[in-house]
C-alpha cells in the first residue's frame, strides 16, 4: 500500500554535500560579500538603517541575505552580519563611519579586557539566532545556509588596533611584548566564537566559515600560535558539541601555511585567497579536504570574456575533486551585478 512506502529523503544539498568531501559538477557557487553595495535592492535597505541596526534586525538581515539568492540562485546563503559583532556584544564600543570603516574603543590593558563581558553575548546576538531561523523557512531547498564568525587573530586586530589598518602593528607588538595579555584575549575569543557559532548552527545554519582575513600577516611560529592553535579549538569545540556540522578556514593570504592550517585545525574545506594557484593546490592537499575559491574580486568587476575564461580555468582546474567556487576575497562594491550573473552561469554552463 501507498502508506506503507518509505518517503524518498531529500537530495543532499550541492554545497553541502562538496563540504562532505564529494565531487560535485559542476561546483556549487557563492560569494563572498555577495550581499552587499553592488546590488541596487541592497542600497535601498541601507538607507533605512545603520549598519548595526542592519546586522540586528532579523527582518532586514534576512532580506539583505536572500537578495542574491533571488537573483542568482546561489548554492549558498551566508548570514549578513559582521564580525565585529562579537566583541560589540561583549561590551566593546563600536562604531562604523562611512569612508573609514570600523571604529573601535581599543583594548590595550589588562583592565579593558577585563570589562568585556562574554555573558552578554547570548542575549545581544539573539535577533541574528532569529534571523537564521527566518531564513532556515524561507531559503529555496537546494540553498545551504551558512554562519560565520572572524576568527579570534582577525577579531583581536580590529580591537587591540581599534579600527583598520594595513599592518595591525599595536596588536601585533601586544602579542610580543605583553604575551600574557593577549594570549589571554585569544583564550576569551576562542570560547566566545566557539560558543556564538554554536548559537548558530542551533538556530539553523547548516555550516559554518572562520574568516581569519588578516593570517599572512604572522610569521610561521605566530601563526601556528595565534591563528592554528585557536582554530583548532574552535573547531574541535564544535564537533563535540555538533557533530557532522562542516567547517570552512580562511586563512588569506597564509602562503604555505594554509596547508598546515589545513592539516592541523581539521577543517573541512580551505578557502583559497586569490593569490593561490588552485592547480597547485589541488597537488599539494589530500583528496578529501573541500578547497573553496579562488577568483580575483577584480576579474569579477571588470568583467567581460576574461572573466569567464578565469571561472572556466579554475573550475575546470579542480574538477574531479571536492570544489566550492568563490572568490579570492569579497564582491568589490563597483561590480556591475550583471557580471555576478555572468559568472554563476559560466560556473554553472558545462555544455
Not at 22 to 36: F, I, N, S, T
Not at 85 to 108: C, H, N, S, T, Y
Amino acid at each position: 500500500m501507498d502508506s506503507e512506502i518509505s518517503p524518498q529523503p531529500k537530495p543532499a544539498k550541492p554545497l553541502l554535500r562538496v563540504l562532505q568531501g564529494e565531487a560535485v559538477w559542476p561546483p556549487p557557487v557563492w560569494l563572498m560579500r555577495q550581499a552587499g553595495r553592488y546590488l541596487p535592492e541592497f542600497r535601498a535597505e541601507r538607507a533605512k538603517a545603520d549598519f548595526l541596526t542592519r546586522c540586528t534586525t532579523p527582518d532586514i538581515a534576512a532580506e539583505l541575505t536572500l537578495q542574491p539568492i533571488r537573483r542568482y540562485a546561489m548554492d549558498g546563503a551566508i548570514l549578513f552580519s559582521d564580525i565585529l559583532v562579537l566583541p560589540w556584544a561583549m561590551g566593546q564600543d563600536l562604531k562604523f563611519i562611512e569612508g573609514r570603516g570600523p571604529v573601535m574603543e581599543p583594548i590595550r590593558n589588562r583592565a579593558a579586557l577585563d570589562a568585556l563581558s562574554p555573558s552578554r553575548v547570548a542575549e545581544i546576538v539573539a535577533p541574528i539566532q532569529e534571523t537564521l531561523r527566518i531564513l532556515a523557512r524561507e531559503l529555496p531547498q537546494p540553498t545551504t545556509l551558512l554562519g560565520f564568525a572572524g576568527s579570534p587573530f582577525t577579531v583581536s586586530c580590529y580591537m587591540v588596533d581599534g579600527g583598520s589598518s594595513r599592518e595591525f602593528g599595536v596588536t601585533r607588538a601586544m602579542a610580543l611584548q605583553d604575551p600574557a595579555l593577549y594570549s589571554d584575549l585569544i583564550a576569551l575569543l576562542t570560547q566566545a566564537t566557539t560558543d556564538m557559532l554554536i548559537g548558530q548552527i542551533d538556530a539553523g545554519a547548516e555550516a559554518v566559515m572562520l574568516f581569519d582575513s588578516w593570517a599572512g600577516l604572522l610569521p610561521p611560529s605566530q601563526f601556528r600560535q595565534h591563528v592554528i592553535a585557536p582554530t583548532r579549538a574552535i573547531v574541535q569545540g564544535i564537533r563535540a558539541a555538533r557533530p557532522g556540522v562542516k567547517i570552512i578556514g580562511f586563512p588569506r593570504l597564509a602562503g604555505l601555511m594554509a596547508l598546515e592550517y589545513a592539516r592541523e585545525t581539521g577543517v573541512d574545506a580551505l578557502a583559497c585567497d586569490t593569490s593561490v594557484d588552485m592547480a597547485q593546490m589541488v597537488a599539494l592537499c589530500p583528496d578529501t579536504l573541500a578547497l573553496q575559491g579562488n577568483l580575483d574580486p577584480i576579474i569579477l568587476k571588470n568583467g567581460g570574456q576574461a572573466l569567464i575564461d578565469e571561472a572556466h580555468t579554475i573550475r575546470n582546474a579542480l574538477k574531479g575533486r571536492p570544489h566550492v567556487f568563490n572568490l579570492g576575497h569579497g564582491v568589490m562594491p563597483e561590480t556591475p551585478p550583471e557580471h555576478v550573473g555572468a559568472l554563476v552561469n559560466a560556473v554553472r554552463d558545462i555544455g
